[in-house]
Nanobody, 115 residues
């Protein structure tokens, strides 16, 4: 049993920033990857950023240089600092945990970026 809970979404103007947080609970394995996906209206869910337990990170090209992912293994938490937000960043952001070949998802937190 794994549960993920996101927080930190909200409304912001273009150029602003937000910090998303996610805490995982339950049967969390030591070897895993945590990260963020997003789904904009009318679009497919897409990966945003991910980070392994040992510190390797990946970013989508659309956010690299603007977003920073970090995590706290002791707390099973992952964070996403989003800066220089653009209208196209508007989406529901979902926390993701990948372990032992299985994906787990939070319920999402809405980020709305307006011009």
């Amino acid at each position: 049993q794994v549960q993920l809970m996101e927080s930190g979404g909200g409304s912001v103007q273009v150029g602003g920033g937000l910090r998303l947080s996610c805490v995982a609970s339950g049967n969390i394995r030591p070897i895993n990857a945590m990260g963020w996906y997003r789904q904009a209206p009318g679009k497919r869910r897409e990966p945003v950023a991910a980070m392994t337990n040992y510190g390797n990170t990946k970013y989508s090209e659309s956010v690299e240089g603007r977003f920073t992912i970090s995590r706290d293994n002791a707390e099973n938490a992952v964070y996403l600092q989003m800066n220089s937000l653009e209208v196209d960043d508007t989406a529901v952001y979902y926390c993701n945990l990948l372990q032992e070949g299985s994906n787990y998802w939070g319920r999402g937190t809405l980020v709305t970026v307006s011009s």
